[in-house]
């Protein structure tokens, strides 16, 4: 039986500390609305249980800032493409306008 070395004790820490934070938006892009917003809640139910340990909060934290950003961009995009249907005097659609939120 070998002596257990002090690096033994720090290796949980340094695995920890090893994985790898998905912090690149570009990451995201390839993800849909839906996708990019289920990872988004999902992070914001793991941050409320308090059950993540502090550095793993912060890389969490950073990830979903990165995907409400995502979404958002989305969102933006999908309501600039939207038109608005106009009205006629008479009732009748008259054509569309560019959407204006308000």
Same mark, same amino acid.
């Given at each position: ?39 988004? #809640? ?5 941050? #409320? ?38 009205? @006629? @005097?008479? @009732?009748?659609?008259?054509?569309? #306008?560019?959407?204006?939120? @308000?």
């Amino acid at each position: 039986m070998g002596v257990v070395g002090s690096n033994a004790i720090l290796d949980p820490l340094a695995s920890a500390i090893q994985k790898p934070v998905m912090t690149d938006t570009a990451t995201f892009a390839d993800l849909s609305f839906e996708d990019a917003l289920k990872q988004l #809640e999902a992070i914001v139910r793991q941050l #409320e249980s308090g059950d993540v340990p502090l550095d793993e909060s912060i890389s969490l934290y950073a990830k979903g800032d990165a995907l409400k950003r995502q979404c958002e961009d989305r969102l933006k995009a999908a309501q600039a493409r939207i038109e608005k249907i106009s009205i @006629g @005097g008479d @009732g009748a659609p008259k054509g569309t #306008e560019p959407f204006t939120a @308000g």
